[in-house]
């Protein structure tokens, strides 16, 4: 079975504080990807980063950054100097070969104080 | 623009009537989604389509019916069977033959029922 755990509910930071959601993710399969999505308050999903899964490779865009590691089954996901236009849930997903289906972790709420 | 278009953007029903949302994407991606989301939870999936003419149940399709019939278009039906219509509903798309591919959503449409 597949599964997403995103076990801190809500953070919440002053802004440029630096901030790390945890994303921790179960599957058999080996070959697999994994998604981070941003949603503000008006709603609309945004895309933020893929990872496939033969690729450990941390990636930074920016002040965002993600560091996977298959090792603990982990993808996690930092905002450094975090700004205000930061506060949104966000999602982490999961989606195996070959399959058409996101899983989604239930969500991390952030909250960016001035 | 390409993209992924939703109307109504609210909507609101009387209890015992069916209402469809509307869905259009401009990607020319072959699977579509819906997605349902309840206040502060995450995404669950009701209906996707790989192709046109054909869909496949999510886990939450009780109460729901969606159509195919063209490439752009995946319309949603709520209907009276559904016990607890209200929450906010998002569509999304993505391309054939990338399975490793993101997902695109659109804005959403928020159904209340009065």
């Known amino acids: 079975a597949q599964k997403v755990t995103q076990a801190q509910t809500e953070i919440s930071v002053v802004e440029k504080e630096d901030v790390t959601l945890d994303c921790v993710y179960e599957t058999r399969d080996t070959t697999y990807y994994l998604f981070w999505y941003k949603q503000p308050p008006s709603g609309e999903l945004v895309f933020l980063i893929r990872?496939?899964?033969?690729?450990?490779q941390n990636e930074i865009s920016g002040r965002y950054s993600w560091n996977f590691q298959k090792s603990t089954s982990s993808f996690n996901f930092t905002i450094t100097a975090s700004q205000v236009v930061d506060s949104a849930v966000y999602f982490c997903?999961?989606?195996?070969?070959?399959?058409?289906?996101?899983?989604f972790g239930s969500g991390t709420r952030l909250l960016v104080r001035p | 623009d390409g993209g992924i278009t939703q109307s109504p953007k609210y909507l609101f029903r009387k209890e015992g009537q069916n209402v469809t949302l509307s869905c259009e994407q401009n990607l020319n991606h072959d699977a579509m989604y819906w997605y349902r989301q309840d206040p502060g939870q995450g995404l669950r999936l009701i209906y996707y389509?790989?192709?046109?003419?054909?869909?496949q149940k999510g886990d939450i399709a009780e109460g729901y019916s969606v159509s195919r019939e063209k490439k752009e278009s995946f319309p949603l039906t709520v209907t009276s069977a559904q016990k607890n219509p209200t929450a906010f509903y998002l569509c999304?798309?993505?391309?054939?033959?990338?399975?490793?591919?993101?997902?695109?959503f659109g804005p959403g449409t928020r159904l209340t029922v009065l």
């Open positions: 389509s790989q192709i046109v003419n054909d869909f």
């Open positions: 999304a798309s993505m391309g054939f033959g990338a399975v490793g591919n993101e997902q695109f």
């Open positions: 990872r496939n899964s033969f690729d450990e």
């Open positions: 997903a999961l989606r195996k070969d070959s399959s058409y289906k996101l899983i």
